[in-house]
T-cell receptor
Framework: AQSVSQHNHHVILSEAASLELGCNYS??????LFWYVQYPGQHLQLLLK??????LVKGIKGFEAEFIKSKFSFNLRKPSVQWSDTAEYFC????????????FGEGTQLTVNP | NAGVTQTPKFRILKIGQSMTLQCTQD?????MYWYRQDPGMGLKLIYY???????DKGEVPNGYNVSRSTTEDFPLRLELAAPSQTSVYFC???????????????FGNGTRLTVT
């Protein structure tokens, strides 16, 4: 079975600080990986995804993530955060034998102080 | 396109009551899902459907039922509400198999349910 772990459950940063949110997955085969963002009171929206190819994936709003297969990791990064990045971030994985069922991590609440 | 529409947005139930959470999508997606979101737990899959007439259990199906009589609609039924079902419920849909440039899941805005 596939699983996802997000190490930091609550991160507090000041504006312009750099961000890295950890995500590790457990699955032995080929995976597709995703980061979703949930702004307060809203539904989840896709930030970026990795299907294949270049392991460094760029998403919307200046976010990027790097797939490191040897570490089973897919960490999310942003060089300089803004107050508007305050949200909850979810990592998700789907393995090749999982059909269409995404498995989500626990989520990381990011608070950016102005 | 309206996308994925969920109703109601909020609901308070008493223990033992029943209700149906409605979900409809207008994107002609074949796959639909119900997730529940609890603080610190992420999203857990309750049920999913790969097409009209076909449903299957996810990680946490106990206490829920679903049906998929049409491509568009995927209602979630709570027969005997319990406090443990207090949660935010999200419906989602997708076209599967995914193309590399598609978003895998399109989410509705959620239903916040409280059982007291």
């Amino acid at each position: 079975a596939q699983s996802v772990s997000q190490h930091n459950h609550h991160v507090i940063l000041s504006e312009a600080a750099s961000l890295e949110l950890g995500c590790n997955y457990s699955y032995g085969g080929t995976v597709n990986l995703f980061w979703y963002v949930q702004y307060p009171g809203q539904h989840l929206q896709l930030l970026l995804k990795y299907f294949s190819g270049d392991p460094l994936v760029k998403g919307i709003k200046g976010f990027e993530a790097e797939f490191i297969k040897s570490k089973f990791s897919f960490n999310l990064r942003k060089p300089s955060v803004q107050w508007s990045d305050t949200a909850e971030y979810f990592c998700a994985v789907i393995g090749e034998t999982s059909g269409s069922r995404l498995t989500f991590g626990e989520g990381t609440q990011l608070t950016v102080n102005p | 396109n309206a996308g994925v529409t969920q109703t109601p947005k909020f609901r308070i139930l008493k223990i033992g009551q029943s209700m149906t959470l409605q979900c409809t999508q207008d994107m002609n997606h074949n796959y639909m899902y119900w997730y529940r979101q609890d603080p610190g737990m992420g999203l857990k899959l309750i049920y999913y459907s790969v097409g009209a007439g076909i449903t299957d259990k996810g990680e946490v199906p106990n206490g829920y039922n679903v049906s998929r009589s049409t491509t568009e609609d995927f209602p979630l039924r709570l027969e005997l509400a319990a406090p443990s079902q207090t949660s935010v419920y999200f419906c989602a849909s997708s076209y599967f198999p995914w193309e590399s440039d598609n978003s895998p899941l399109h989410f509705g805005n959620g239903t916040r349910l409280t059982v007291t």
